[in-house]
């Protein structure tokens, strides 16, 4: 029995370790379908259909202009949510209120002393893997190695995970690739049904194939895409996560759920001119402590014993 347990706990750790070598791989896969769609729809057809004159080249310069428009804030987001550190837990942070005697002083040492040596206190939450406390709504992410704020899942597109400090940018990157796959979709269609079509096709063999595979990825991607949007609204309108949607799935009440505008405004924040932007105002970091990652308002009357 020993044995075999041995052998799981290595597995899993060979596991973990090949998705953190599979996450570099994934962005050159990003890039590549990147790279792809835009030879199949700048340089293949609708870079040259501006030169045609009338009708095509006005319809070629408003697809020209949507693609690069999306592409950079597809881009942008990406990076922001590859590139941000999704919210550690600061070295030797304790909880502030005593939550099991409703009381805003600060425990004391021997509390904390008492807390450590014994897991089975639901007082407060602590991660024995990374020997410290951990904030409310962090989970340890065994990729990474680390606890992380207000976790949602560990994203091997990104080489990331995604927590409180970049949830907001990997939404916009689900949003924006949507929209783009879709324009992507549309503006091949013509092209794609001319693939069955009997007439002569302009273009080399090797065009023709790039926009048949520019075609089929984009459907591919705005398809599965469209699912992990839908899924992370419901989530965002529950103000909740995909680890604690699972975890409260018996649980019918839940004490974040502030409604759904306040919970929108706990991830996107209330700057309208910041909502579509990975990025948050100076006002709005200061204003909403959720978007730091280490404390959450909760509903007043709710009485639950969870931290």
């Not at 730091?292 to 009485?303: T, V």
Request: hydrophobic letters at 40%.
């Amino acid at each position: 029995m020993h044995r075999s347990g041995a052998v799981m706990a290595w597995n899993v750790f060979k596991f973990c370790t090949a998705l953190r070598g599979l996450g570099s791989i994934m962005i050159l896969l990003v890039l590549g379908v990147v790279g792809v769609t835009y030879y199949a729809v700048v340089l293949t057809n609708y870079g040259p259909a501006l030169y045609d004159g009338g009708f095509d080249s006005f319809l070629a310069f408003v697809v020209l202009l949507l693609f690069h428009g999306l592409l950079v804030m597809l881009l942008w987001s990406y990076f922001s949510v590859v590139l941000t550190d999704p919210g550690s837990v600061p070295p030797n942070w304790r909880p502030v209120v005593d939550e099991e005697r409703g009381e805003s002083d600060p425990l004391s040492g021997s509390d904390y002393s008492a807390l450590q040596s014994d897991s089975s206190n639901p007082r407060i939450r602590y991660c024995r893997k990374c020997n410290q406390f951990k904030p409310p709504r962090c989970h340890h992410c065994s990729v990474c190695g680390r606890c992380v704020l207000k976790m949602d899942h560990h994203c091997v597109w990104v080489v990331n995970c995604v927590g409180a400090l970049n949830y907001k940018y990997f939404l916009l990157f689900l949003f924006y690739t949507f929209l783009e796959t879709s324009l992507v979709t549309l503006s091949l269609l013509p092209h794609f049904i001319a693939f069955f079509s009997d007439g002569e096709i302009p273009g080399t063999p090797g065009t023709l194939a790039t926009t048949f595979l520019a075609f089929v990825l984009n459907l591919a991607f705005a398809l599965s895409v469209f699912g992990f949007l839908i899924m992370h609204v419901s989530l965002v309108s529950a103000n909740t996560t995909t680890i604690e949607a699972y975890e409260k799935k018996t649980t019918p009440k839940w004490r974040y759920d502030l409604g759904r505008r306040k919970n929108f405004e706990q991830v996107f924040g209330t700057d309208k001119l910041h909502w579509f932007l990975p990025g948050y105002s100076e006002e709005d970091k200061r204003r909403i402590p959720a978007l730091q990652g280490l404390e959450y308002p909760s509903k007043p009357d709710f009485d639950s014993e969870e931290f």
